[in-house]
T-cell receptor
């Protein structure tokens, strides 16, 4: 079956530009997560949705970062006025149900380069 | 704040060798621990998930153990193959309401033919 998909796979942005990253979770998965992975580092948590509700956004680094999941399926991570330190791979993951007992399934990521 | 450490950062072994990757975490109040594999330019593939009440999980040539009280986990890979070359990431699911995973920086494994 289809896994988690993300688009675009690669994005080059000029500093100050706004970007939008899309995540299509596995169909029927309740939970959706965004992580940021800098070069040579492990992924770091950004935000978590349970259906359409954003239950945890404690990892968003600034108010330039905004995420939504309006219908409880597809999610968009938006970064406004991008800066060079935003360059990273942005990973999306989904799990079948709420609760930390579930395996998280990851997409291939969007590699963002801010020039 | 939960912190996850993986040792070594990189490991190079000849094909056929058995090996152990280490993971430690600072807060023992965890729901579970997962081991992932990441290939260059790819996302993460879940290898093993150990619930907090379990001591180990096995899948094929992989065995992961969990000692929650001491804050340690190991991933044992038997009879390593060149196809096992990848970065292995350890992640803990924290208690306290958030569903997030806290990751280590990973161990980059190279298996030489």
């Amino acid at each position: 079956g289809a896994g988690v998909s993300q688009s675009p796979r690669y994005k080059v942005a000029k500093r100050g530009q706004d970007v939008a990253l899309r995540c299509d979770p596995i169909s029927g998965h309740v939970s959706l997560f965004w992580y940021q992975q800098a070069l040579g580092q492990g992924p770091e948590f950004l935000t978590y949705f349970q259906n359409e509700a954003q239950l945890d956004k404690s990892g968003l680094p600034s108010d330039r970062f905004f995420a939504e999941r309006p219908e409880g399926s597809v999610s968009t991570l938006k970064i406004q006025r991008t800066q060079q330190e935003d360059s990273a791979v942005y990973l999306c993951a989904s799990s079948l149900e709420e609760g930390s007992q579930e395996t998280q399934y990851f997409g291939p990521g969007t590699r963002l380069l801010v020039l | 704040k939960q912190e996850v450490t993986q040792i070594p950062a990189a490991l190079s072994v000849p094909e056929g060798e058995n090996l152990v990757l280490n993971c430690s975490f600072t807060d023992s109040a965890i729901y579970n621990l997962q081991w992932f594999r990441q290939d260059p330019g790819k996302g993460l593939t879940s290898l093993l998930l150990i619930q907090s009440s379990q001591r180990e999980q096995t899948s094929g040539r992989l065995n992961a153990s969990l000692d929650k009280s001491s804050g340690r986990s190991t991933l044992y890979i038997a009879a390593s193959q060149p196809g096992d070359s990848a970065t292995y990431l350890c992640a803990v699911g924290a208690q306290g309401g958030s569903e997030k995973l806290v990751f280590g920086k990973g161990t980059k494994l190279t298996v030489n033919p």
